[in-house]
């Protein structure tokens, strides 16, 4: 029902027919968007938003059949597909709007216009190459030893190691602020830091070394150590830092992560109809 | 200038002297040879035991979302994974949910296959970038070859050898997912319940990931550079994971100390100050 035989000429023309009405309903839409008040301009963003909402929620709420599906299944994926294609021209919009603000920037000589060229520059040269690069992988174009340096030489050798080290600066940050920051003001900052250090040192190989190698705690539990959980060895072996900080992971931080996601996540609900239903600010 | 002492001196240290401190050990330990053999954790262990126990031939999606940004912790954790899962004779398919990864999994992957002798095609492929992964994850579930289509090379994946015997995602074992972004959750909703689900997350998302190893949803996790070493080690192979670990384990020690110090600092200066 909600599929077009793209295998058939009549297919093909319907289809055609369909995507030139949609570029002519929304190219209609532009003028009498700006024609109309604010409030029908919100009124008609709010039809349809709830709309586009309605069926998702509609889909998901109806009763299936023994496949799982009810009438509107199948539209669900088309209609997914549809976000994609609204993603994508978010994406082109997104590109033609950065490309305008930094050719502005150059036409009128702005402050630090420099930076708008060298940014043009990497996105023609990227683009170039790795537009090419993809047809090559599809053997569309030749694969060149000009294409080989050129995509090296961009990709591997510049957009690899100057992304790493922008994400890698963010140690760097953590150090100064968890010095400046980390201090035992209260009994719950004492708390947090001391939790904190244990897990730090407990998951990384320094915990192995002081647990196993300094203090000589067991590795292993064995059989007779399980028998008698309150054994000293026992006790030794569960108090291996990395044990422990393992233990705090699982036990303290597992509950507390599954009540913040549950609350995140009832939020995250109540945001979804608020938007639904048109209730949040900024809709005109 | 009013006269400080060292330990006001210490509370008020630059930066930049906090950073080079930083920069000089990481450099140190990621040039220094030291060899720790460390105990696996146990999700580690799960992880490694989850491979093994599939047999020769078995199906295995690897679901690479990971960029330059994180290759840091990403890669020692895709590099190991690629490692077993040749050395287990598995066949695997790769699909990216993010359009950088997409380049970054496939350059990667197609060195490590190399030097283990896997034929693309064969014994492995790359799907290439499939945008909204609950979508594509629900479209796997029906009908792989029609969701995916083709792959990076533009051959239809019904004609790959690699893909004989497999219509839906249910065919395949396991599914690998190596992040540092949410994708997880959708594979744990939207698979075949046979589909079993191992996690790479970066450091920072391995704390959320504990719910979901609790519950079993997630059969492994291997967390960070960390999560990678162990694995190396169990693998009895040395890789990134084994030498970027040794730099972050002496990294969180000199943290670890310079927290202290600031506070032994703050005391003495509150103390001297007669607070």
Request: aromatic fraction near 12%; glycine fraction near 8%; hydrophobic fraction near 50%.
């Amino acid at each position: 029902m909600w599929r077009i035989d793209t295998s058939t000429t009549a297919g093909q023309v319907f289809i055609g027919l369909i995507v030139l009405g949609f570029l002519a309903f929304f190219v209609g839409m532009i003028p009498l968007m700006q024609a109309l008040p604010p409030r029908g301009r919100r009124l008609l963003i709010g039809a349809v938003t709830f709309l586009a909402g309605a069926i998702f929620a509609a889909e998901f709420f109806l009763p299936v059949d023994k496949k799982g599906e009810n009438w509107l299944s199948p539209a669900i994926e088309p209609a997914q597909s549809t976000l994609q294609i609204i993603n994508a021209l978010a994406l082109g919009l997104g590109t033609y709007g950065l490309m305008r603000l930094h050719l502005r920037n150059i036409v009128q000589k702005r402050a630090q216009w420099g930076y708008s060229v060298v940014l043009i520059l990497a996105f023609l040269a990227m683009g170039f190459f790795s537009v090419w690069n993809t047809l090559a992988e599809k053997g569309e174009l030749p694969k060149t030893g000009f294409l080989n340096k050129g995509f090296g030489l961009l990709f591997d050798n510049m957009y690899i190691p100057l992304d790493a080290a922008m994400f890698s600066l963010i140690a760097f940050y953590i150090f100064s602020a968890a010095y400046r920051a980390f201090r035992i003001r209260s009994i719950e900052a004492s708390i947090l830091m001391f939790t904190a250090m244990t897990v730090m040192i407990g998951i990384v190989m320094l915990g192995n070394i002081i647990s196993y190698s300094w203090l000589g705690l067991p590795v292993e539990q064995t059989p007779e150590m399980e028998k008698n959980p309150f054994s000293p060895a026992n006790i030794a072996y569960n108090l291996a830092l990395p044990r422990v900080a393992y233990w705090i992971l699982q036990v303290l931080n597992a509950p507390v992560q599954r009540a913040i996601e549950f609350g995140v996540g009832i939020g995250g609900l109540a945001m979804a109809i608020r938007l639904w239903l048109s209730l949040e600010r900024g809709v005109t | 200038m009013e006269n400080r002492t060292f330990w006001q001196q210490m509370l008020l240290i630059d930066r930049r002297i906090l950073y080079m401190i930083l920069f000089a050990n990481m450099i140190i330990f990621l040039l220094v040879p030291v060899k720790v053999k460390t105990v696996t954790s146990p999700p580690v262990r799960k992880f490694y035991d989850t491979i093994e126990q599939l047999h020769p031939g078995d199906m295995v999606m690897v679901s690479s979302n990971w960029g330059a940004g994180t290759i840091g912790e990403s890669l020692p954790q895709f590099e190991a994974v690629i490692r077993h899962l040749m050395r287990k004779k598995l066949r695997f398919t790769i699909l990216s949910f993010e359009p950088q990864a997409r380049d970054i999994s496939l350059r990667f992957a197609t060195r490590f296959t190399k030097e283990g002798g896997y034929k693309y095609g064969e014994q492995w492929a790359h799907f290439g970038f499939m945008p909204s992964p609950a979508v594509a994850i629900k479209g796997m579930v029906k009908d792989l070859p029609a969701t995916i289509k083709q792959d990076v090379k533009g051959i239809p994946i019904s004609q790959l050898p690699v893909m004989r015997g497999v219509q839906t995602l249910a065919d395949y074992k396991v599914v690998i997912d190596v992040t540092p972004s949410g994708t997880v959750s959708a594979w744990i909703s939207y698979r075949p319940q046979n589909l079993k689900v191992l996690f790479c997350p970066t450091s920072v998302m391995a704390a959320e990931a504990y719910t979901f190893l609790d519950s079993g949803q997630v059969a492994g996790m291997l967390t960070g550079a960390i999560g990678a070493q162990e694995y190396e080690q169990l693998l009895g192979i040395e890789g990134l994971g084994t030498s970027f670990a040794k730099a972050i384990s002496f990294s969180h020690a000199l943290i670890i100390l310079f927290v202290i110090l600031g506070n032994i600092a703050l005391f003495m200066s509150r103390r001297a100050q007669g607070g």
